[in-house]
């Protein structure tokens, strides 16, 4: 009796070591548990208040929107990752051993996603370059509009007919980038077909006067009108005003009402295509 009561009391005492053992373990790792979801929130608001503090800075040195939302982006992925490595590190989790195995699942992907990599590379070799800036108008692989985000791996266009388009930047990149807002002014091509019979410097004449007098068509350079080609119709005249990039379509648009309007009004003659029919009679 007495060494059944002997075993039972060393079992009891050995429950009550495990857990007392189980409980302290357990209130340890409750607590890491705790501190490490108050150092993700505590530091994604450090992190959110740092970026913003660093976009600031930058914005009344009037530094690019596009070169500012890069930054931004970047500084935010580095953060998080450098608090990610240091909530395991505070677990116990050997940041050297991690660091290694994120170059070689980095080289994994990298692998099997050269096309993301590709794109983030080109992405930097624009906000260097500058070809283009947000606001644009441009022509970036094969899409035209206006541009309204530059991203880490894709370009934001916004083109005219109202339709947001996502380009990877290394398309753009490795693609001509036509930039209609980087010079002052943009020129307008558009034709006038005149008829054989028609005095042609005397059209061309009524043009220059009647569209440089159209709203945004720059005095400077002047308005051309000149003979393009022949065709079996008559002359065409080029009619080429110019204007800013923004005030292209307006141009355009008026440009060719003005060519129908002041030519039917002066009485030119209406561009007929002739027929020569020729009849022979035999016998």
Same mark, same amino acid.
């Given at each position: ?27 340890? *790792? ?8 108050? !150092? ?24 690019? %929107? ?24 505070? !677990? ?32 930097? *070799? ?5 070809? *283009? ?19 880490? !791996? ?18 753009? *990149? ?10 002052? !002014? ?84 209406? %561009? ?12």
């Amino acid at each position: 009796m007495e060494e059944g009561q002997e075993l039972i009391t060393v079992g009891t005492t050995k429950v009550n070591q495990l857990m007392d053992v189980v409980a302290q373990y357990g209130a340890e *790792f409750a607590v890491k548990i705790l501190a490490a979801i108050a !150092f993700w929130v505590i530091g994604r608001w450090l992190i959110g208040f740092a970026v913003s503090l660093l976009q600031k800075a930058l914005g009344k040195q009037r530094v690019d %929107p596009t070169v500012l939302r890069y930054l931004g982006n970047f500084v935010t992925v580095t953060l998080n990752i450098l608090l990610v490595i240091g909530i395991l590190g505070y !677990f116990g989790v050997q940041t050297t051993t991690f660091a290694a195995l994120i170059a070689a699942v980095g080289l994994a992907i990298g692998m099997a996603w050269s096309g993301l990599l590709a794109n983030l590379a080109a992405g930097g *070799f624009i906000i260097v370059l500058r070809p *283009f800036k947000v606001g644009d108008f441009v022509t970036a692989g094969g899409v035209t509009g206006t541009v309204t985000e530059i991203g880490l !791996f894709v370009t934001a266009i916004n083109t005219p007919d109202n339709v947001l388009t996502l380009v990877g930047n290394n398309k753009i *990149f490795s693609d001509t980038i036509q930039n209609y807002s980087h010079n002052a !002014f943009r020129r307008v091509d558009l034709t006038a077909q005149l008829s054989g019979a028609a005095d042609w410097k005397g059209a061309a004449a009524l043009l220059k006067q009647r569209i440089a007098t159209l709203d945004n068509v720059l005095a400077e350079p002047a308005v051309d009108v000149e003979i393009l080609e022949f065709n079996l119709v008559g002359p065409v005249l080029a009619v080429r005003p110019y204007c800013h990039t923004d005030h292209y379509w307006q141009v355009y648009f008026d440009t060719n009402k003005v060519i129908k309007d002041a030519l039917g009004e002066a009485g030119f003659p209406a %561009p007929m295509p002739t027929q020569t029919v020729i009849v022979q009679q035999s016998g």
